[in-house]
């Protein structure tokens, strides 16, 4: 059965950065493009980035580049996402999910999200 | 930067059926995702490539998408699915995918 287990979410103060991770078990995660979506508290779902298999593409919103980095470490089936200068907009729920084909969009398994809260 | 535009809100009877639109620029020649999210839940992939249903999902869940509009349609809607709803394309020549406004059906 596939899992995704995200991690590493808190409370920081702004300016501050946190590094997310994300533990997937159940399928060979070496062969998956991984992403990265966030949901601020009552809002709607806002996709960070994308890592394509072997880290051969890196994607990211337009309004996140320069502060955020995707990775992927496939011998420990994990994906990581280091977020630095954060501000209190960055607050939000961030999942982690699995997507069967970058152009299709098709993203079938999601984990249950750790929360990131930005605030002094 | 591209956007994809969804209601807030859509009400519909129980048995009967919704239809959520989705739109963006030539939407049609994207491929296009619907993700049903319940509160406290994370979302659920309940349409894929336009019109493809994961396995388990029921078969009153169907999707459209031609011209500048994609369709999300349940028929014989039940209570369970009282939830919001998001379409999702990938943008090529952005590199990013985008997500819909969002839409929660409410079943009265």
């Known amino acids: 059965e596939v899992h995704l287990v995200e991690s590493g979410g808190g409370l920081v103060k702004p300016g501050g950065s946190l590094r997310l991770s994300c533990a997937a078990s159940g399928f060979t995660f070496s062969g998956y493009t991984m992403n990265w979506v966030r949901q601020a508290p009552g809002k709607g779902l806002e996709w960070v980035s994308s890592?394509?298999?072997?880290?051969?593409?890196?994607y990211y919103a337009e309004s996140l580049k320069g502060r955020i980095t995707i990775s992927r470490d496939d011998a420990r089936n994990s994906l990581y996402l280091q977020m630095n200068s954060l501000r209190a907009e960055d607050t939000a729920v961030y999942y982690c999910?699995?997507?069967?084909?970058?152009?299709?969009?098709?993203?079938?398994?999601w984990g249950q999200g750790t929360l990131v809260t930005v605030s002094s | 930067s591209y956007e994809l535009t969804q209601p807030p809100s859509v009400s519909v009877s129980p048995g009967q059926t919704a239809s959520i639109p989705c739109s963006g620029d030539k939407l049609g020649d994207k491929y296009v995702c619907w993700y049903q999210q319940r509160p406290g839940q994370s979302p659920l992939l309940v349409i894929y490539?336009?019109?493809r249903r994961p396995s388990g999902i029921p078969e009153r869940f169907s999707g459209s998408n031609s011209g500048n509009t994609a369709t999300l349609t349940i028929s014989g809607t039940q209570a369970m699915d009282e939830a919001d709803y998001y379409c999702l394309a990938w943008d090529s020549s952005t590199a990013s995918y985008v997500f819909g406004t969002g839409t929660k059906v409410t079943v009265l």
């Open positions: 999910a699995r997507v069967v084909s970058t152009s299709t969009g098709d993203f079938d398994y």
């Open positions: 490539q336009d019109t």
């Open positions: 890592i394509t298999r072997g880290s051969d593409y890196l």
